[in-house]
């Protein structure tokens, strides 16, 4: 079974320093692509990164990374240079062979000024 | 361009109603999906549409469906809620199905 597993129910960064938030994944797919998304308080969920399973490189957007370790299971997250808009709920999520998506239960990032 | 919208952004039902809620994908999505969001249960998949054809489906039971109209908009409905409904949904829309997703800010729903 596909299963999404976010360890950190919480997490404080300061201002400008950089943040990782951790995700593994489950799966027996070869195929299958991970997401992370950011949910702000006013609930809208906004897209940051994509990994596909057979990328080779980590993913980046701009201030975002993507620490793909294939063999791990794993899909961090790598804010640099953390501002204090980036304070949200963060997901990480995976669609699998049938592009079913599954999300994890979310880090809530705080920024401290 | 414009995103998703979703309305309305807040109900609030009495047990035993049923309720719809619509989400209007960005213009040229074709795939529109559904999620639930609750504390204790976090996001959980409801059903996918492409092309006005649910392609996947959330173990959910069948008091939740959904459809989509020739222009991609969807629509969700709930019928017989229960106070466990509520929630808030969120709707997302793709271009292809299993695409980068594109989420709206969601239909808060309350049951009292």
């Known amino acids: 079974a596909q299963k999404i597993t976010q360890t950190q129910p919480g997490m404080f960064v300061q201002e400008k320093e950089a943040v990782t938030l951790d995700c593994t994944y489950d799966t027996s797919d070869q195929s299958y692509g991970l997401f992370w998304y950011k949910q702000p308080s006013s609930g809208e969920m906004i897209f940051l990164i994509y990994?596909?399973?057979?990328?080779?490189q980590n993913a980046t957007e701009g201030r975002y990374s993507l620490n793909f370790q294939k063999a791990r299971k794993s899909a961090n997250l790598v804010i640099s240079a953390s501002q204090l808009g980036d304070s949200a709920m963060y997901f990480c999520a995976m669609r699998d062979n049938f592009n079913k998506f599954y999300f994890g239960s979310g880090t809530k990032l705080n920024v401290k000024p | 361009k414009a995103g998703v919208t979703q309305t309305p952004r807040y109900l609030i039902k009495t047990r035993g109603q049923q309720v719809t809620l619509s989400c209007s994908p960005i213009s040229g999505h074709r795939s529109v999906s559904w999620y639930q969001q609750t504390p204790g249960q976090g996001l959980q998949f409801l059903f996918e549409y492409f092309s006005e054809t649910q392609r996947n489906k959330g173990n959910f039971p069948g008091r939740f469906s959904g459809r989509q109209f020739s222009n991609s908009r969807s629509e969700m409905n709930v019928s017989t809620l229960e106070l466990g409904d509520s929630a808030l949904y969120l709707c997302a829309s793709s271009l292809i199905t299993g695409g980068g997703y594109t989420f709206g800010s969601g239909t808060r729903l309350t049951v009292v």
């Open positions: 990994q596909g399973s057979y990328d080779e």
